[in-house]
């Protein structure tokens, strides 16, 4: 029995990697450089979009909003003007706690791919599965905001070690909270060593514009890419983007 789990296990995740690259093609063929963002509910993924997408200097940013039903995110992203497409995991996928290539590839055909540089794919709220499925992204980025412990690294090690770059949001709460910042990049360090690193604060702003430049340096890495003849080319570590990985601000 073990056996047999474990190769259904690994032909389930062949057969989603044969699809992300499928989606991967698509992306290349229309130079859209897109981002899985992750996190755990609530942790502001989508207070970070609305504090960057209106202003991309020069990008065209659209989203596919994941959830397991309704559409409030994207109502709220869709309010700044860019293109937001709703994927809902209830109808159709069982309610599913993540996104997986072929939801992603059932999207695409709503996506105006010809219309945007940059795809911003908010998958489902969850820190185990959304980081075993590969999308067809260029990265992933993972926000952990402060009311989670800084303890969740080393409990989630597999979310934080699939990332190129991991968001710590709602700083402007750490004089009311006991969380250890300290140990907290300890921690994630052990998981993810050097691994870039943003402090932030999407209430209040504080480090966001660092959040702004990174999605803007990512799209033009992938449209350089394009023009030398790579569609979509973007460096495998988004620490590339901006020098060592391991920079906190």
């Not at 993924?45 to 959830?67: C, H, I, M, N």
């Not at 590839?105 to 105006?112: C, D, E, H, K, V």
Request: hydrophobic share 45%.
């Amino acid at each position: 029995m073990h056996r047999t789990r474990v190769r259904v296990v690994e032909e389930a995740l062949d057969a989603n990697n044969t699809i992300a690259r499928a989606n991967r093609d698509d992306f290349d063929r229309h130079d859209v450089t897109v981002v899985n963002l992750m996190s755990a509910p609530g942790a502001g993924k989508t207070s970070l979009l609305e504090r960057v997408l209106a202003d991309l200097d020069g990008v065209r940013p659209g989203v596919l909003e994941g959830d397991v039903q309704g559409s409030l995110d994207a109502e709220r992203l869709a309010s700044l003007h860019v293109p937001v497409t709703q994927l809902n995991t209830a109808p159709g996928f069982g309610g599913e706690c993540h996104l997986d290539a072929n939801m992603v590839r059932s999207a695409l055909p709503a996506l105006p791919l010809a219309d945007i540089d940059l795809l911003v794919i908010e998958n489902v709220g969850n820190l185990v599965c959304p980081a075993e499925f590969r999308v067809g992204e260029d990265v992933r980025v993972m926000v952990s905001s402060v009311t989670e412990g800084e303890d969740k690294p080393l409990k989630y090690p597999l979310m934080f070690r699939a990332c190129e770059l991991v968001i710590v949001n709602k700083i402007d709460l750490l004089p009311h909270l006991e969380f250890d910042l300290d140990k907290f990049l300890h921690h994630l360090d052990q998981v993810n060593p050097g691994v870039q690193r943003m402090l932030v604060s999407a209430r209040t702003g504080d480090g966001v514009q660092r959040w702004r430049d990174w999605l803007s340096a990512l799209a033009a890495r992938g449209r350089a890419g394009a023009v030398e003849g790579r569609p979509g080319a973007v460096e495998g570590r988004a620490g590339a983007v901006e020098g060592r990985a391991g920079a906190v601000g």
